[in-house]
């Protein structure tokens, strides 16, 4: 179990490391408004460490469901499907394939157009070519559809093991009826019941597959409509001045919320983070509550 939790590990470190450079990102882009830096060169160097964050992101989840479907599907408990060594490699390669995507279209900007001029890179931090902005599209599109797609696999063959484990758990149980002394029935308990290493292991591991499937959701919210407005704005021009104005600033707070959000649900899944939780409210509702003794004492 340790070995498959250092792989977990390492892949949700990727999440962490893409949260830390959007966050940088963000930092950037606040300090390059305030000192007025809206050069072409700063404004496309920040747009390929943002698109090298998706693919770091993208790839980290993949990653966390692969290891976990193939754990699945050789019902590995101890022995991990995916060593640390191959987890570090997996993250190079996704790691290199991410920067080779971005910085392959560092050339192609659209420097003509008139709003990135005017507004600077804070909202609309500069464009790139049609095809080169179609291309990282589809990207996108095609890797969130193989999470979704191997979500839905993993998460069916998982139903799929736990209603085995337990028809066999209730098929072994035998009970003996009462004897001529009248003592209580005996019961067999299988290896395979409910409370079996498998099962809390599955239990462990579905929990795992809730929480980035709600990290899933955030980052489709936040970022997504992002890529569509892009190309509203390239193939509509009547609808320029609105998506600039209103849908990427509706969009950069969605991002700001996303990474926030993101702390906490990977928090509010620990058991103990819970528990310390409750225990704070409950001794702040006690601490209200509580009635001075002086008056008592002194009755």
Same mark, same amino acid.
């Given at each position: 179990?340790?070995?498959?939790?250092?792989?977990?590990v390492i892949?949700?470190?990727?999440?962490?490391?893409?949260?830390l450079i959007?966050?940088?990102i963000l930092?950037l882009?606040?300090?390059?408004?305030?000192?007025?830096v809206?050069?072409?060169?700063?404004?496309?160097?920040?747009?390929?460490?943002n698109?090298?964050?998706?693919?770091?992101?993208?790839?980290?989840?993949?990653?966390?469901?692969?290891?976990?479907?193939?754990?699945?599907?050789?019902?590995?408990?101890?022995? +991990?499907?995916i060593?640390v060594?191959?987890?570090?490699?997996l993250?190079a %390669?996704?790691?290199?394939?991410?920067?080779?995507i971005?910085v392959s279209?560092?050339?192609?900007t659209?420097?003509?157009?008139?709003?990135t001029?005017?507004?600077?890179?804070?909202l609309?931090k500069?464009? @790139?070519?049609?095809?080169?902005? %179609?291309?990282?599209?589809i990207i996108?599109?095609?890797?969130?559809?193989?999470?979704?797609?191997?979500?839905?696999?993993?998460?069916?063959l998982?139903?799929?093991?736990?209603?085995?484990?337990?028809?066999?758990?209730d098929?072994?149980?035998t009970?003996?009826?009462?004897?001529?002394?009248?003592r209580? +029935?005996?019961?067999?308990?299988?290896?395979?019941?409910?409370?079996? +290493?498998?099962?809390?292991?599955?239990?462990?591991?579905d929990?795992?597959?809730?929480?980035?499937?709600?990290?899933?959701?955030?980052?489709?919210?936040?970022?997504? +409509?992002?890529?569509i407005?892009?190309?509203?704005?390239?193939?509509?021009?009547?609808?320029?001045?609105f998506?600039?104005? @209103?849908?990427?600033?509706?969009?950069?707070?969605?991002?700001?919320?996303q990474?926030?959000i993101?702390?906490?649900? @990977?928090?509010?899944?620990l058991?103990?983070f819970?528990n310390?939780?409750k225990?704070?409210c409950?001794?702040?509702?006690?601490?209200r509550?509580?009635?001075?003794?002086?008056?008592?004492?002194?009755?």
């Open positions: 179990m340790k070995k498959v939790k250092r792989t977990t892949f949700l470190s990727q999440l962490a490391i893409s949260n959007q966050g940088i930092l882009k606040g300090l390059f408004y305030v000192w007025d809206n050069t072409n060169e700063g404004c496309m160097a920040l747009i390929t460490i698109i090298t964050s998706f693919g770091i992101y993208l790839t980290g989840i993949f990653y966390i469901y692969l290891d976990l479907y193939l754990s699945l599907k050789k019902m590995s408990v101890a022995n +991990p499907v060593s060594r191959a987890a570090v490699i993250t %390669l996704s790691w290199i394939g991410s920067v080779a971005s279209g560092y050339g192609m659209i420097s003509t157009y008139q709003y001029q005017e507004a600077g890179c804070i609309t500069g464009l @790139y070519q049609k095809q080169y902005i %179609l291309f990282i599209t996108f599109l095609i890797g969130l559809l193989g999470i979704l797609t191997l979500h839905v696999i993993t998460y069916r998982m139903k799929r093991i736990k209603r085995h484990l337990l028809g066999h758990s098929h072994n149980h009970v003996t009826g009462e004897d001529s002394s009248g209580t +029935p005996h019961v067999n308990v299988p290896e395979r019941g409910s409370a079996s +290493p498998r099962m809390i292991w599955l239990k462990k591991n929990v795992v597959m809730k929480t980035i499937l709600i990290i899933l959701i955030f980052f489709i919210i936040s970022w997504y +409509p992002l890529l407005s892009v190309l509203i704005v390239i193939y509509c021009e009547a609808c320029t001045f998506i600039t104005e @209103y849908v990427w600033r509706f969009v950069y707070i969605l991002v700001i919320l990474y926030n993101n702390g906490i649900i @990977y928090m509010s899944k058991r103990d819970r310390t939780c225990r704070l409950c001794k702040f509702v006690h601490h509550r509580r009635v001075e003794p002086s008056g008592s004492e002194t009755a």
